[in-house]
């Protein structure tokens, strides 16, 4: 007779509806590259734009969806604006992705 399992530790279904619905934002390729550029620093529309090789106002639109999940946060300096992390599990979230699917 096998033992008695342990009852296993879950999350509240809420919590991980809210978890379902961040990695929903987050899985664009896009995104992805916005999250890598901004673990290393603060970077404006403009910059992130140029390094995901789209136009201003669709990376700006990627930024306003991280943004209400609350991954990134901005401060504006003068003129321009720069977007950095708020969510600090994202490094362990994107360290896991470039282990699986980097380079070999």
């Given at each position: 007779m096998p033992a008695a399992r342990k009852q296993p530790t879950l999350l509240e279904?809420?919590?991980?509806?809210?978890?379902?619905?961040?990695l929903k934002t987050l899985a664009h390729p896009h995104r992805l590259?916005?999250?890598?550029m901004l673990l290393q620093g603060q970077y404006?529309?403009?910059?992130?734009?140029e390094?995901?090789?789209i136009a201003s106002h669709m990376a700006s639109e990627h930024l306003?969806?991280?943004?209400?999940?609350?991954?990134?946060d901005s401060e504006r300096d003068g003129?321009?604006?720069?977007?950095?992390?708020a969510e600090p599990h994202l490094a362990s979230i994107l360290g896991c992705i470039e282990k699986r699917f980097?380079?070999?």
């Open positions: 279904m809420d919590a991980l509806q809210q978890a379902a619905e961040c590259r916005i999250v890598q404006t529309v403009g910059e992130l734009a390094a995901c090789g306003r969806l991280m943004k209400h999940c609350g991954m990134l003129r321009k604006t720069y977007y950095n992390i980097g380079a070999a």
